[in-house]
């Protein structure tokens, strides 16, 4: 499946990770391509307000997509897992002013504390604000 999604882009054939068809496997599959083609994330631009909709979130593949997408954009990479995005956002903080304005606004964080559990995604939260991202939880 990995290499059917970078041969894939090879030939401009698009992923659709909202289809609803899609299996934890492909996406899983995604999110490895996203690594291998962008690598870890170096440049997030500044002064910039993102908004992530928990509507959209099911599991936690769909949290780690729609993040990676949101900042880095399409084919973007911010890990799939804790580990890889605490990675992805250390070499985002090296790579780009400590003193940042990042501000990620969660909508619908039902969802997301559903699809994360609500201690998970409390990490997430914390781990973000390490970082010097402001963050807003809307319900």
Partial sequence: MLID???GWDEKINFTWKSSII???QKDAYLRACGIYSG???IIPPNKIFHINGKLIHDDLDFYYLVA???IGDKGYFG???DSFSDCL???YNKNDPNHNYKIIFNNTSNIKNALTEDYFEEIVNLLKQYNFQVE???
């Fill in 137 to 139: 939880i809307i319900e």
């Fill in 80 to 82: 799939s897992g804790y």
């Fill in 23 to 25: 299996t934890s496997g």
């Fill in 40 to 42: 870890l994330p170096t």
């Fill in 5 to 7: 999604i970078l041969h």
């Fill in 90 to 92: 250390i070499e985002s």
């Fill in 69 to 71: 997408e949101t900042l």
